[in-house]
């Protein structure tokens, strides 16, 4: 799991489900901890939606509840994002420890299949070279930027075999109006694979809606679950909690924004 990190020991996601490696912080920070920072979030949300502990009476429960899950940082606190080559070389570390499955809710806010070399080569050996020679799945968000003219980003949107690029479909199983569309006629590998549950649309897009799937959160005040930032628009509101009531509350949110997100704003 390429992202913002994992917390250890979430009540949701133990210690004995994850994959903890030295080397596995690409981002600022301690380089051997591949916990979140700050608000920072959405890597423990997106693990929670694949690997949440099953029948435990609290929270969710992930779509493979028996996996383990190797975070790998790849945000600096606050959201910025590393370079190229660290983004590669985090790619590398993962298939090189194992990775069967790299999953990557991030991306360029560009079309050019070819955009950065160093991560496209990074793609190709995960895909061929990992586990042990069958090839890592690697999987990678279409992107959020319908609003943009709609189009799938770099590197959803790399031509290699092996890549599977996932959009957004909402609660009424139809394109989250956010996600872009695909495009066969294009030269730049317009493509969707499949789409995956996700939030309908920004409260800026439409009037009423917001962030509202449901995965894990950093335990405590920090996090999603309460609410520190809106959508963009007036929603959510500050200061809202959801779940208010359960089992270890604050450790869970109702507040995602879906997936896939996370644009990256990188220094080449």
């Known amino acids: 799991m390429l992202d913002q990190g994992l917390t250890p020991n979430h009540p949701d996601l133990p210690n004995a489900r994850q994959v903890r490696l030295n080397g596995s912080n690409f981002a600022d920070g301690d380089p051997n901890n591949p916990s979140p920072t700050g608000n920072d979030n959405h890597g423990n949300a997106c693990a929670g939606i694949v690997g949440a502990t099953q029948n435990n009476n609290q ?31 985090a790619i590398t570390y993962a298939w090189q420890n194992g990775a069967h499955i790299i999953s990557n809710s991030w991306g360029y806010n560009s ?6 070399p160093v991560i496209k080569e990074a793609i190709i050996a995960a895909t061929t070279k990992g586990r ?21 980003h770099f590197p959803s949107n790399v031509d290699v075999s092996g890549v599977i690029t996932v959009g957004a479909s909402d609660r009424y199983d139809v394109k989250a109006f956010y996600s ?4 066969t006629t294009s030269n730049n590998n317009q493509l969707l694979d499949i789409v995956a ?5 920004y409260s800026s897009q439409i009037a009423g809606e917001t962030f509202e799937a449901w995965s894990i959160d950093i335990p405590g005040n920090d996090g999603y679950n ?9 929603l959510p509101i500050i200061g809202s909690i959801l ?4 089992v270890n509350n604050f450790s869970y ?16």
Not at 197 to 201: D, G, K
Not at 243 to 246: F, Q, S, T, Y
Not at 253 to 268: A, S
């Open 111 to 116: 079309d050019n299949p070819n955009l950065h």
């Open 59 to 89: 929270g969710i429960s992930g779509i493979a509840p028996n996996c383990r899950i190797m975070p790998i940082r790849i945000f600096n606190t606050g959201g910025s994002g590393i370079t190229p080559q660290k983004l590669a070389d």
């Open 180 to 183: 872009p569309l695909g495009n």
């Open 243 to 246: 779940p208010n009531i359960a």
């Open 132 to 152: 042990n020679g069958l090839g890592c799945v690697v999987a990678f968000s279409a992107g959020n930027n319908f609003a943009n003219n709609g189009f799938v």
């Open 253 to 268: 949110t109702g507040r995602l924004e879906g997936l896939p997100i996370h644009v990256l704003k990188l220094r080449v």
């Open 197 to 201: 549950p996700s939030h309908r649309a």
């Open 226 to 234: 309460p609410v520190h930032n809106n959508d963009g628009g007036s």
